[in-house]
């Protein structure tokens, strides 16, 4: 059986389509089939894959519309002799399938991913016990591969190219249902801003793309309700 790759390229200057014959056996990937162009029908094919297990989040394509990890979509599962493969959407296309995420990484790091604590002591560390219940309220948001699935499809980041996104905002909620963070006053302000959780339209499509069910939607909605009750504190005091 073989199935067409129809593959959206892009060479510095133009894009265009270029259709490929691959042949496919049972359980064979997305990514397998991009190996198997790239190795023996033309070896300038760009594309970005690292682990192949779904954890890195580099292999993030458009297939028939709809943004999935390569390395863990079987070809069989898409169920079409064709396929139109894409760069994601909202990434500038740096050469065919392979995007650039410098500004994505650069809002993900405006929120401060990380522990902030007043009593940081690195020559006597102190373990931060928490119970099972606290570790739940954060443990799914931080499951995030920053693949960027849920930012290109995100209609606010497309209109708006200084929106902090889904998972930036996603991060910021993971540490401020974080027990151990004392950093919460600073993220407030990163991410209540004109780019922040106030841009978001609410299409939750961020939610359905995300191939490990972060629910971004859901950490954007949690954290319209605190900073809205941080603005409210502020006027009150």
């Given at each position: ?83 139109d ?20 990484f ?64 996603t ?12 950093g ?53 005091l």
């Amino acid at each position: 059986m073989k199935v067409i790759f129809n593959i959206r390229r892009f060479d510095g200057e133009k894009d265009y389509w270029q259709s490929f014959a691959v042949p496919v056996f049972r359980g064979m990937t997305l990514l397998e089939g991009l190996f198997y162009i790239k190795e023996n029908l033309d070896g300038s094919l760009a594309f970005r894959a690292s682990c192949r297990m779904g954890v890195c989040g580099s292999c993030a394509v458009k297939v028939n519309g709809k943004p999935v990890l390569a390395c863990e979509t079987q070809i069989s599962s898409v169920n079409s002799s064709k396929l139109d493969i894409e760069p994601i959407d909202n990434f500038r296309v740096i050469k065919d399938l392979v995007t650039d995420f410098e500004g994505f990484f650069r809002k993900h790091e405006a929120v401060k991913p990380y522990l902030i604590r007043n009593d940081d002591n690195y020559e006597n560390p102190v373990e931060l016990i928490q119970t099972p219940k606290q570790m739940k309220s954060y443990y799914t948001f931080s499951l995030c591969i920053k693949c960027g699935a849920c930012y290109s499809v995100c209609p606010a980041a497309a209109t708006r190219s200084d929106y902090l996104g889904p998972a930036a905002i996603t991060a910021a909620w993971r540490f401020i249902a974080d027990s151990r963070d004392e950093g919460k006053e600073e993220r407030y302000e990163a991410v209540c801003g004109d780019n922040g959780v106030w841009r978001c339209h609410f299409a939750a499509e961020c939610s359905e793309v995300c191939p490990k069910k972060v629910e971004p939607a859901k950490a954007v909605q949690k954290m319209r309700i605190r900073t809205a009750l941080h603005a409210i504190k502020k006027v009150i005091l």
